[in-house]
């Protein structure tokens, strides 16, 4: 019996368009080649992504929503460049870490918290091993795993 493809929700921060660029299309290619369907939306910066993470999920509850199997998050806070450095980088990923615990969510957080933007675009790079590739394939092994523990197909 044929299974519809998951579907994903990408959220990026475009504070950094080159870098945010590499995080995506890694991301992109990592759920193409799992055979996932994926939509993107873009944030001003880290802290507004959770945010809108609870909101595609309050949605997808709803009859005119868009139900998704789960999250991939994008972008990059470099120290130095932000008076907000810990603020971002710590607020989002605990914002995002309550989100999948609270809410049961598949999750791939990809927010890179670098100490320079040369330390954010090695991590960044596209391909398999970047950033956004790993955000991705997070988000499918949970959504997996997910479904194994609690005995469900779809």
Do not use: W
Not at 104 to 121: K, M, P, T, Y
């Amino acid at each position: 019996m044929p299974t519809e493809p998951l579907r994903i929700l990408i959220v990026e921060a475009r504070t950094k368009s080159a870098l945010a660029n590499q995080l995506l299309e890694g991301a992109k290619a990592a759920l193409r080649a799992a055979g996932a369907e994926f939509d993107v939306v873009s944030v001003p910066g880290a802290l507004e992504i959770p945010a809108i993470v609870a909101v595609a999920e309050e949605g997808g509850h709803r009859a005119a929503g868009v139900r998704y199997d789960g999250y991939v998050a994008l972008g990059c806070v470099i120290r130095g460049e932000s008076a907000n450095f810990g603020i971002a980088a710590g607020e989002s990923a605990r914002a995002l870490t309550d989100l999948a615990i609270g809410k049961r969510l598949a999750i791939g957080n990809g927010i890179l918290a670098a100490n320079s933007e040369a330390d954010a675009a090695t991590l960044a790079k596209v391909g398999e091993a970047g950033v956004g590739a790993d955000a991705a394939k997070a988000c499918l092994a949970v959504i997996e795993l997910k479904r194994r523990l609690l005995g469900q197909m779809r």
